[in-house]
């Protein structure tokens, strides 16, 4: 009795904790949001569209997504290394990197060039780092999970085998936690990269109120020129887009994931690993083996660096206070670090008081009177989800068939991947304002085009994952079942659906979070001057904020919409990753 | 006629342009009621020989004949028993053990009868119902043992079926099999097992099959003559044991 009301109340606090999380969150959003006395200086920089730039377009397109896919890996890591390792933050850090993966980060857009615009005084580099930072937001999530994931999978033998032969944390760390990484970083590194092109073609033209700004790439370039209707010009850029996407294919992505295939772990041979032509290429290009040398070079720079921050605190801090000892007298010693002490206390507190400001602020903004529109938001919020439950059912159909046919056929695998790869690179993002000229004008025109564009933000993020759960199926099990002669239904309902299932969640999360994002898209499209609209969540938000500018209905919709998803997180897919990890986990 | 008969099988694979040749043409045969090992350095092939007497593998040249027809694919009368176990973590000890025969598409009452007669004779009765993540490793493997039997095939293939387990644990299911095996009630009429174990080569078979490194090739088969049950101290075991031990090192 009395330890049944102890856990309620355990769990009562919890929850309260994750209230008052979640509040500090949205505070901390708030507080760069409501900086808007921001000027813009020079103007809007010149509308992209000239085909012969074509070339340097790609090269400043090319370079943000760089920047942004480095950036994402190093924060995957930290992230995903920080929630496995330590469990206390671990327990913050997960909920809150699936809210931030839910969330519909298309929607905190404004926000970022707010915050990023003004840090440099309007100058381009804030609007350069704006759209890597939605990039970025776009790639690094599913990095992050993959990296968590392949931690949580490392065999347990292996992990207790590094920890009886006292390995220590930095060694441990490029000898089993990283090569266990490597299969899921490459592969979801690939998914991420292609999400990325499809908001890089969002995020080159920032349009804040009735202000457009265009940064020169593929993607501004490939908008202005569907807007105004050039389709020719559109279509030249979509080819050079595909070339780039097809050549960093094949000298990067394919290479790499043949390297990273050697990492998988497995208990029996299973035949010959698989070679690619490129990848020996590289190797005896002498150009690369100095690539190689410096790599190594950073890295046992990196690692330096890695240890130190791996290194437990307190021996750090003893090891400093060490060194300040010798140098100073202790008094200054320790006056020193009272001092640095001191600082730290002081930008904390700071930091908590801006915070907390802020939560108050939103709080006054949300109890205000709600404006009429407030009342549709219920309504918007079931039209969307229905339009992405229609739109996740169609790729649950057709993705389960053609990943089990793609992944158990090498002949398949060789042809449709990249095929696949290169469609699901080719962001939808610069067709829609066509495909919503074509349909838009009929009835029902705009939702279906829709659930279409959210279709686009699914389907890919199931069907990569499917494929790695099917042909990450051990040898040793695919035998057993030829072995004891299982065919068709049963092959597939004993061993395929079974041993898919936690890819199957996991995909299904990521395409849940991809198909949010697309719908701030999807239900809002301006094209030759004239706005399409579905209603949903996705619309009201827009309107909100490409509109009448309300920050309460911006805040109002956002809100509404996270918790939603976070709800659904929580009471659906949560569970369902709980039953994979644990009754689904392939373990000897 | 053998129950199986090994004719110059050879096996080549081809690996980045270069081919390995793994086993060059072996050739024994298998008679009725018999228990035959094969024991060779790691990398000999012994462990492919047995996927492609199972079914599971093709010579690329030479034949394998069950009861005289060539092996084309997996035979119902043949079974096997692997040294990762194999078991399907998302299925119950039951559910693993009918696997064999719901794909044979036997009706759930029989297939049920059949599972609690082989998971009662491996000795795990009442866990009927655990995960294969709840097991031990010497349970697993009776699992695995057990799966095999369910089928009653005539022919049982066990991959190192003891290597992943503790000594103690390895010796009792060795036993264990032998008796399953002696047992005229059982429908498996001979076992082929890969080990390289020669000791337990020599505790358990009628004749040792001993292969050389890669390639492997057959350098000898020796008949084992001792009287069951086999005494590891005896004088006539370690000086076999002796025997073939100097054949392979």
């Known amino acids: ?588 | 006629m053998a129950l199986l008969e090994l004719k110059d099988v050879t096996k080549v694979y081809a690996e980045e342009g270069r081919s390995i040749t793994v086993l060059d043409r072996v050739s024994f045969d298998v008679e009725e009621e018999r228990f035959v090992c094969l024991v060779g350095p790691s990398g000999c092939g012994k462990s492919t020989l047995l996927r492609m007497i199972a079914g599971l593998d093709q010579p690329t040249s030479g034949r394998i004949l069950y009861e005289g027809r060539p092996v084309a694919g997996v035979d119902p009368h043949i079974a096997v028993v692997f040294q990762s176990f194999a078991l399907f973590p998302w299925l119950t000890v039951t559910q693993n053990v009918e696997l064999g025969l719901e794909s044979r598409g036997v009706d759930p009452t029989t297939r049920r009868r059949f599972a609690d007669k082989y998971i009662d004779q491996v000795g795990l009765d009442g866990f009927e119902e655990a995960y294969p993540r709840e097991l031990s490793g010497g349970m697993k493997q009776r699992v695995g043992i057990a799966r095999a039997l369910a089928v009653e095939p005539r022919l049982l293939c066990m991959d190192e079926p003891f290597s992943a387990l503790d000594a103690l644990t390895a010796q009792n299911l060795r036993e264990e099999v032998l008796s399953l095996w002696e047992d005229p009630n059982l429908k498996v009429s001979s076992i082929i097992m890969v080990t390289h174990g020669i000791e337990e080569a020599v505790f358990m078979a009628d004749r040792i099959v001993a292969f050389s490194a890669r390639p492997g090739r057959v350098i000898s088969t020796v008949p084992v003559d001792l009287p069951r049950p086999r005494n590891r101290k005896d004088e006539a075991f370690l000086r076999l044991t002796d025997q073939v031990y100097s054949l392979i090192v």
């Open chain 1, 1 to 588: 009795m009395r330890r049944a009301r102890g856990q309620a109340l355990a769990s009562a606090r919890r929850q309260l904790m994750r209230l008052v999380w979640f509040l500090l969150l949205a505070g901390a959003l708030y507080f760069i949001y409501r900086r808007p006395a921001v000027i813009f200086r020079g103007g809007p920089p010149g509308v992209p569209s000239d085909a012969r730039a074509i070339p340097y377009y790609a090269s400043l397109s090319l370079a943000r997504m760089t920047a942004a896919y480095v950036l994402s890996l190093l924060f995957s890591i930290v992230y995903g290394y920080t929630a496995w390792a330590n469990r206390p933050a671990g327990r913050f850090l997960l909920p809150l990197l699936d809210v931030l993966q839910s969330v519909p980060v298309l929607g905190f857009f404004p926000a970022a060039v707010f915050f990023f615009v003004g840090l440099f005084h309007g100058g381009r580099l804030g609007l350069e780092l704006a759209a890597v930072f939605l990039i970025f937001t776009s790639q690094a999530w599913n990095i992050t999970f993959g990296v968590y994931e392949s931690l949580t999978t490392i065999p347990r033998d292996l992990d207790e085998a590094a920890r009886a032969f006292g390995v220590g944390p930095g060694l441990r760390f490029s000898r089993l936690l990283l090569p266990a990484m490597v299969p899921k970083l490459v592969y979801n590194s690939m998914l991420s990269w292609a999400g990325g092109w499809y908001f890089l073609i969002a995020c080159e033209i920032i349009s804040l109120g009735p202000v457009n700004f265009s940064l020169p790439g593929l993607g501004s370039y490939l908008i202005n020129t569907a807007q105004d209707g050039r389709l020719g010009l559109t279509m030249l850029g979509l080819a050079a887009l595909v070339a780039l996407i097809i050549a960093l294919d094949l000298l990067l992505w394919r290479p790499l994931g043949v390297w990273a295939s050697r990492f998988k772990y497995e208990l029996t041979a299973s035949g010959p690993a698989p070679t690619s032509r490129v990848l020996t290429m590289w190797r005896k290009w002498p150009v690369a083996r100095w690539t190689m040398v410096a790599g190594v070079a950073v890295w046992s720079a990196l690692r330096r660096v890695v240890r130190a921050v791996l290194t437990p605190p307190r021996r750090g801090l003893a090891a400093a206070e060490k060194v300040a000892d010798r140098r100073w007298p202790g008094l200054l010693a320790r006056l020193g670090s009272f001092a640095a002490r001191l600082v730290g206390w002081f930008i904390v507190a700071g930091l908590g008081y801006l915070v907390i400001r802020s939560v108050i602020a939103l709080g006054r903004l949300l109890l205000q009177p709600m404006p009429p529109e407030a009342r549709l938001i219920p309504a918007a919020l079931a039209a969307s989800f229905l339009r992405l439950s229609l739109a996740y059912l169609i790729s649950l159909a057709w993705t389960v068939p053609a990943a089990y046919f793609i992944a158990t056929n090498e002949r398949a695998y060789q042809v449709l991947m990249p095929v696949f790869e290169v469609l699901a690179s080719v962001p939808a993002t610069a067709l829609f304002p066509v495909i919503v000229f074509i349909i838009a004008g009929r009835a029902g025109g705009m939702n279906v085009a829709a659930v279409l564009l959210a279709l686009t933000g699914m389907q890919w993020y199931l069907l990569f994952n499917l494929v790695s759960g099917v042909r990450s199926i051990p040898a040793d099990l695919e035998e057993a079942a030829r072995a004891y002669g299982l065919k068709g239904r049963l092959y597939l309902t004993r061993v395929v659906l079974p041993a898919i299932f936690p890819s199957l969640v996991t995909g299904s999360i990521t395409a849940w979070g991809g198909g949010w994002n697309a719908l701030i898209i999807a239900e809002y499209v301006v094209y030759r001057g004239r706005t399409f609209t579905a209603f949903g969540i996705g619309s009201l938000l827009d309107q909100a904020t490409y509109t009448s500018g309300n920050l309460q209905m911006i805040w109002l919709s956002l809100i509404s919409m996270v918790l939603l998803i976070v709800t659904l997180n929580r009471a659906f897919w949560r569970p369902l990753y709980d039953l994979a990890a644990r009754r689904f986990k392939i373990e000897y």
